[in-house]
């Protein structure tokens, strides 16, 4: 057996013969965790492996019909994204990382999903969105609508695209109360695919459309006038729902308000509420929020004028104090399970993708964790058990994110690569990261980072080529799922292929048709 442990900065091999013990002792500044347990006997992975098929093999499958539908995205949460936040989880739990699981990966079904869109090899946040929120890929940048639609030419897309129904409106016709959860806007891509119908992305608010020639609403005005039953809205975003002559009340600035038509959206949503006879509030900081029921029918919370924050920058008290995604997730559930037929909620980890934007892998691995957090935080909830609903966790999208070199067993993710003999360096002498971008703002052809503290939050990994962002990866995805029909996740299909799962499972939309689907309508069980 192999045994390495760290001390101070030496890490000390002990290699164990029977009685014998030798340890070698290597002076390091960079290798993470505790303890490194090698299963260097054969047996115990056969063991366990054996075990692991029996696990398999007497697994049972659901069949029944979903009460409700959790559809979590982890934005830009490709595959490298996934080991290397699985590593870091581990390390932050004092292992070595590689064996650890990241709570949605225990889940039973995976399958790969292909995420080019219409007219793009490599998609963005919107058209992917859309595909798994409507079942139907459309072009780069639009929202809700088919492949007909033509980037930002509104008059076009309105007369020649059709307006897409997305499995959130599917939800509501059976009586299912619905909600959205984002760390983003809730204007943004992913948040506004499943509710918004529009040939640009970027019209979030009014100030954001040049383009007069056509009755085209933007997206902050589609949320609140033409979406006015969703239960739960929770995010970012408040600069497109505050009149421009109105102060953020977080931040005291008057140009973080930013309607140019004069209207106050959360006033007109909270009259809506108010003449609905309902139940509501609407929050803007973590104590408000904790301080809200979840006996509540209508909440609309809204932290940040913009993207709410990074997980590991977050505050959580005062006017700028944010809920975490898993509390959001929670009041979420609190309030959705209320109602009498099921729910529908989408929860995005939106922020894992701007870290990689930037570079900032450490940013971005953080988020995945605290998403990771929020479906584990459904997961043990009654209310979203895998009895009565179906959790589905994804990505929209990769990004270029690479681990690279044979770092040594243990080594601290957000590291130099090193071996049993210290830094290994590339042909130039210089040391090298474990973690890599293809692409981004980080590029820069001469760098030793050999006296780099590589593992600070806004240290920004190295990159190949120079673009002002990192851009998205082309790759397919992974899809988890669990609970009812979740067996339906197998294989390799389009993206599209989620929407259809979470509607069978569920019994709605296409599937509420009885020539579709006998076995929904004569009551599957
Ligand atoms: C929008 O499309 C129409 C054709 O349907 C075209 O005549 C018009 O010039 C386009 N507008 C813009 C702004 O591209
Ligand atoms: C709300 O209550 C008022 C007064 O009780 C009643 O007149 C109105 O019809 C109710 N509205 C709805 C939508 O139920
Ligand atoms: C908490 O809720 C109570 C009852 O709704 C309210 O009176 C109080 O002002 C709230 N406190 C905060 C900090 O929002
Ligand atoms: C490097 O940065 C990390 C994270 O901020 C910090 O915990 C660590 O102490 C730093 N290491 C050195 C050698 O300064
Ligand atoms: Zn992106």
């Known amino acids: 057996m192999v045994i390495i442990s760290k001390n101070g900065d030496y890490l000390g091999v002990f290699v164990y013969f029977g009685y014998i013990t030798i340890c070698v002792s290597l002076p390091v500044t960079n290798i993470a965790s505790g303890k490194l347990e090698l299963q260097t006997d054969g047996s115990k992975w056969?063991?366990?492996?054996?075990?692991?098929?029996?696990r398999m093999v007497n697994k049972q499958t659901n069949t029944k019909v979903a009460k409700n539908i959790i559809l979590?995205?982890?934005?830009?949460?490709?595959?490298t994204t996934m080991t290397a936040a699985r590593i870091l989880d581990g390390q932050l739990k004092g292992q070595s990382g590689e064996d650890n699981k990241l709570y949605f990966e225990t889940y039973d079904h995976t399958s790969l999903a292909k995420t080019y869109c219409l007219d793009k090899m490599t998609p963005d946040s919107a058209s992917t969105a859309t595909a798994m929120l409507t079942g139907v890929k459309t072009n780069y940048k639009i929202l809700g609508m088919d492949g007909n639609a033509v980037v930002n030419n509104c008059s076009h897309s309105?007369?020649?695209?059709?307006?897409?129904?997305?499995?959130l409106h599917w939800a509501?016709?059976?009586g299912k109360r619905t909600g959205i959860v984002s760390t983003a806007r809730v204007t943004h891509a992913t948040p506004a695919a499943a509710y918004s119908h529009t040939a640009n992305r970027d019209w979030e608010g009014d100030v954001n459309m040049e383009q007069q020639d056509a009755p085209c609403k933007d997206i902050a005005r589609q949320l609140i006038e033409d979406n006015p039953t969703i239960n739960v809205i929770l995010g970012g975003g408040r600069r497109h729902?505050?009149?421009n002559t109105m102060r953020d009340p977080g931040t005291g600035r008057i140009e973080d308000s930013q309607r140019a038509d004069g209207r106050d959206l959360i006033k007109e949503w909270l009259s809506d509420k108010r003449s609905r006879n309902s139940t509501y509030s609407y929050v803007w900081n973590r104590d408000q929020f904790l301080n809200v029921s979840g006996n509540k029918?209508?909440?609309l919370g809204l932290f940040s004028s913009s993207h709410m924050s990074y997980d590991i920058d977050r505050r959580t008290s005062g006017k700028q104090g944010e809920p975490s995604l898993s509390e959001m997730t929670n009041k979420a559930i609190d309030i959705l399970s209320k109602g009498q037929n099921g729910y529908f909620l989408l929860v995005e980890g939106a922020r894992i993708d701007h870290g990689h934007h930037d570079n900032k892998a450490k940013k971005a691995l953080y988020d995945v964790l605290a998403f990771d957090n929020a479906v584990k935080a459904a997961g043990s909830r009654p209310e979203s058990s895998p009895d009565t609903t179906l959790s589905i966790v994804t990505a929209d999208h990769s990004h270029v994110f690479n681990i690279v070199g044979y770092p040594q067993r243990g080594s601290d993710v957000l590291g130099l690569v090193r071996d049993t003999g210290g830094l290994v360096t590339d042909q130039n002498g210089k040391p090298y990261t474990i973690l890599h971008y293809s692409n981004g703002p980080s590029y820069t052809q001469n760098i030793n980072l050999r006296y780099v503290n590589t593992t600070t939050a806004w240290f920004p990994f190295p990159a190949g080529y120079s673009t002002q962002y990192e851009t998205h990866g082309g790759e397919d995805v992974v899809v988890y799922a669990k609970g009812p029909m979740s067996h339906l996740v197998r294989g390799s299909h389009e993206q599209t292929y989620i929407t259809y799962v979470m509607a069978y499972?569920?019994?709605?939309?296409?599937?509420?048709?009885?020539?579709?689907?006998?076995?929904c309508s004569s009551g599957r069980v």
Do not use: H, W
């Open 297 to 299: 029918e209508y909440l």
């Open 46 to 54: 056969s063991r366990e492996g054996v075990d692991e098929v029996y």
């Open 505 to 519: 499972s569920a019994c709605i939309g296409p599937f509420l048709d009885p020539s579709n689907s006998p076995v």
């Open 158 to 167: 309105m007369k020649y695209s059709q307006k897409l129904q997305t499995i």
């Open 172 to 174: 509501q016709k059976l």
């Open 241 to 243: 729902f505050l009149p």
């Open 72 to 79: 979590f995205i982890g934005d830009g949460m490709g595959v």
